[in-house]
């Protein structure tokens, strides 16, 4: 028995169904992957295997101070300080960097917190009555809970950065945080900090 032609359109429209699910689920799977990209941060700071320390220039000791970062380290720890690390070397999440605020000020030592391709919002803080911080979609925080900066009288300078900035962090561009709130001489209170006002690296040193 032959095949009939109703039998021989119905075989080619099964097919062609299936072709086209099958473009679809690809083009849906592609468009799916570039959203992906424009809207999830991509770390474009590549870490490294092995840093360098050609680019160093000196290195000193000194002793922990600054009350603003004494919830991860206790008074008096002492760090060796790397002038000059990040001329050959990335700069990555939870480094612990110096940076000077003002060519007339002493550096301070703070923690990168945001780098180049991070997603960053602010909230507000009903309760602090001040402002929250989200970088990849989760809450930057400390030990007693969120950390919190700023007043919600008015919103700090962080924001117009993220508003001219489609709430992404640039190239060269970075967040550094104490680790105490409300935080001070950081991100809290100028907002992001660019890459050549990162003058070394500070390493804790063992046994203390």
């Known amino acids: 028995m032959g095949i009939s032609c109703g039998e021989i359109y119905e075989v080619s429209v099964k097919f062609l169904e299936r072709v086209i699910y099958i473009i679809v689920i690809i083009s849906a799977s592609i468009i799916g992957y570039i959203l992906y990209l424009r809207f999830n941060p991509v770390q474009k700071e590549r870490s490294v295997t092995k840093e360098s320390l050609e680019c160093v220039t000196s290195r000193k000791e000194i002793l922990l101070k600054d009350k603003l970062m004494q919830e991860s380290y206790v008074e008096g720890t002492e760090f060796q300080v790397l002038q000059?690390?990040?001329k050959c070397n990335p700069i990555l999440r939870n480094d612990i960097v110096m940076?000077?605020?003002?060519?007339?000020?002493?550096?301070?030592?703070?923690i990168v917190r945001g780098i180049p391709g991070d997603?960053?919002?602010?909230?507000?803080d009903k309760e602090k009555k001040a402002w929250n911080i989200k970088i990849n979609g989760e809450y930057?925080?400390?030990?007693?809970?969120?950390?919190?900066?700023?007043?919600?009288?008015?919103?700090?300078?962080l924001q117009l950065y993220l508003n001219e900035n489609e709430s992404v962090l640039q190239p060269g561009y970075y967040l550094l945080f104490s680790s105490v709130a409300p935080?001070?001489?950081?991100?809290?209170?100028?907002?992001?900090?660019?890459?050549?006002?990162?003058?070394?690296?500070?390493?804790?040193?063992?046994?203390?």
Not at 99 to 110: E, G, H, I, L, T
Not at 140 to 157: C, E, I, N, V, W
Not at 183 to 207: H, M, R, T, W, Y
Request: proline share 6%; no cysteine.
């Open 119 to 124: 997603r960053v919002e602010l909230s507000e």
């Open 183 to 208: 935080g001070g001489q950081d991100s809290s209170a100028f907002g992001v900090v660019e890459k050549k006002a990162i003058e070394a690296k500070a390493l804790p040193l063992q046994n203390q």
């Open 84 to 86: 000059n690390y990040y």
């Open 99 to 110: 940076f000077r605020v003002a060519s007339d000020q002493d550096s301070v030592m703070r």
């Open 140 to 157: 930057l925080s400390f030990r007693q809970g969120k950390y919190f900066f700023g007043s919600l009288a008015a919103p700090p300078p």
